[in-house]
């Protein structure tokens, strides 16, 4: 008797690509087990740390002058090494890396490129609290000798993008602009198996995701939003959650509703999150689970991307409470005349 494993996030991709490209190759299955593999062999280590030498940092900085902690090392260099043996990614970028990394045995041929954040959340890594790794694809012309402009693409541009989620299970949660899909790591015979099909966002949540501490220096606009939430002005209480790791916060938003903010600060005038490996992957799931992603003016994929590593601010959430926000910016604009 076939012992009933379920459907392999593998399995799954070829099959909707089966429906949407009948001439699908198994290429773009394979360029997501390379994915996955990557973040297996990242969880791994997430679940080990502390009797790995993984935790605490490396001592240097990276491009965007953040401290590397030994695990986001470790996790792009199992992404790099994953993605660059596909045989179909002809460029690579990363949080960890200034430049666009060209695969050279497949830069004139490999028609992918794959943009992440290996490991999303790092300053939460040493007290245990849930870290991921987030994930955009592009397409490119294999012929192309300018890998800045393979990367630089806007975000309704990508052909799938998802996260990879190191909670007390590890999830995959990714889309091909076909839906959302959710799947969960069965540790026991190491596959990705469909355990939330067809995620869709709440219309409505009750909770709102943000870091307070920099209230002071929000637009004006953005308090009275805030005092709304607090003040249950619609008779609806709303509660806080704010994890500090993206894929954490907005996962939550995702399966229970609600908006998650980053808006412009004193310490980031552009915000804090960056736009190819952040702002545009979780925007791209969030859309296609219904829900909207702006930077409080524009949508969040409609950015024309000016630098691999450029910062947007990130309003992401239910219908409702994006609207709201909405609503609350343009009185903002009519009162400023
Ligand atoms: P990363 O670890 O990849 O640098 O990302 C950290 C980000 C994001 O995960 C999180 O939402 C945000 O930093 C938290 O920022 P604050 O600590 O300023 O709230
Ligand atoms: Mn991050
Ligand atoms: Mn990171």
């Not at 998650?260 to 804090?272: D, E, I, R, V």
Request: a negative charge; one cysteine or more; hydrophobic letters at 35%.
């Amino acid at each position: 008797m076939q012992p009933s494993l379920g459907t392999t996030a593998e399995q799954h991709i070829l099959l909707q690509q089966r429906e949407s490209f009948p001439d699908a190759s198994g290429e773009f299955s394979w360029l997501l087990s390379g994915i996955t593999l990557a973040c297996k062999i990242v969880g791994a280590a997430v679940r080990r740390a502390g009797l790995v030498d993984v935790l605490g940092a490396t001592g240097d900085t990276n491009v965007q002058g953040e401290v590397v902690q030994k695990l986001d090392h470790y996790a792009n260099e199992a992404l790099l090494s994953c993605l660059g043996n596909r045989g179909n990614v002809g460029v690579l970028a990363s949080e960890e890396n200034e430049e666009p990394v060209v695969v050279i045995k497949d830069a004139n041929h490999g028609k992918y490129v794959v943009i992440f954040d290996p490991l999303d959340g790092s300053g939460n890594i040493d007290v245990n609290i849930n870290v991921g790794t987030i994930f955009s694809i592009l397409r490119r012309d294999p012929n192309s000798k300018d890998p800045q402009g393979d990367v630089l693409q806007p975000g309704y541009k990508q052909i799938a993008a998802g996260y990879v989620l190191y909670g007390s299970s590890t999830m995959l949660v990714y889309t091909t602009g076909q839906g959302v899909n959710g799947f969960t790591l069965d540790p026991s015979i190491g596959a990705f198996l469909l355990s939330h099909p067809n995620i869709r966002m709440p219309e409505r949540g009750k909770q709102y995701s943000l870091n307070e501490s920099n209230a002071e220096s929000f637009p004006e606009y953005f308090r009275r939003f805030l005092y709304w939430f607090k003040s249950g002005a619609d008779g609806s209480a709303y509660t806080s959650r704010y994890v500090g790791s993206l894929v954490a916060d907005f996962h939550r938003t995702l399966l229970k509703g609600g908006i998650f903010l980053y808006p412009p600060t004193a310490k980031n005038p552009s915000g804090k999150l960056r736009l190819m490996y952040e702002a545009n992957p979780i925007g791209f799931v969030a859309e296609q689970a219904g829900g909207i992603a702006t930077d409080g003016h524009q949508r969040i994929l409609d950015i024309k991307p000016s630098s691999l590593h450029q910062r947007v601010p990130l309003m992401v959430g239910s219908k409702y409470e994006m609207e709201l926000l909405q609503r609350f910016a343009e009185q903002d604009k009519n009162r400023a005349g």
